[in-house]
């Protein structure tokens, strides 16, 4: 069984940064799984940020790209999303998830992961 807690969540000024950290434990193979970022805001359904593989390799939703930056520490079992130059549009809950086993298709389907954090809030004011 996979467990996720995110961190790193605040307050921030549109132009900021914040860095979100998402802590995995419980056993999953490092071989062809994705962990991604999702978010929430008020209102709207739950829409992919970014997704990276086992191997590195990473996908963004054409809103955050150029912006944010998704990466992980195998070593620490965690998983980061850099985000700069914030806009009060990025608000939302932000959730990490897991899918320990890769068998294809769009990484924004949320049903193709199997584990889910509880969340963290992102709050960018104008």
């Known amino acids: 069984q996979v467990q996720l807690v995110e961190s790193g969540g605040g307050s921030v000024q549109a132009g900021g940064s914040l860095r979100l950290s998402c802590a995995a434990s419980?056993?999953?193979?490092?071989?062809?799984?994705?962990m991604g970022w999702f978010r929430q805001a008020p209102g709207e359904e739950r829409e992919g940020v970014a997704v990276?593989?086992?191997?590195?390799?990473?996908n963004y939703a054409a809103s955050v790209k150029g912006r944010f930056t998704i990466s992980q520490d195998n070593a620490k079992n965690t998983l980061y999303l850099q985000m700069n130059s914030l806009k009060p549009e990025d608000t939302a809950m932000y959730y990490c998830?897991?899918?320990?086993?890769?068998?294809?298709?769009?990484?924004?389907?949320?049903?193709?992961?199997?584990?889910w954090g509880q969340g963290t809030q992102v709050t960018v004011s104008s």
């Open positions: 419980g056993g999953y193979t490092a071989m062809n799984r994705r």
């Open positions: 990276i593989d086992s191997s590195g390799g990473t």
């Open positions: 998830a897991a899918a320990p086993f890769w068998y294809g298709g769009s990484w924004l389907d949320r049903w193709r992961y199997d584990y």
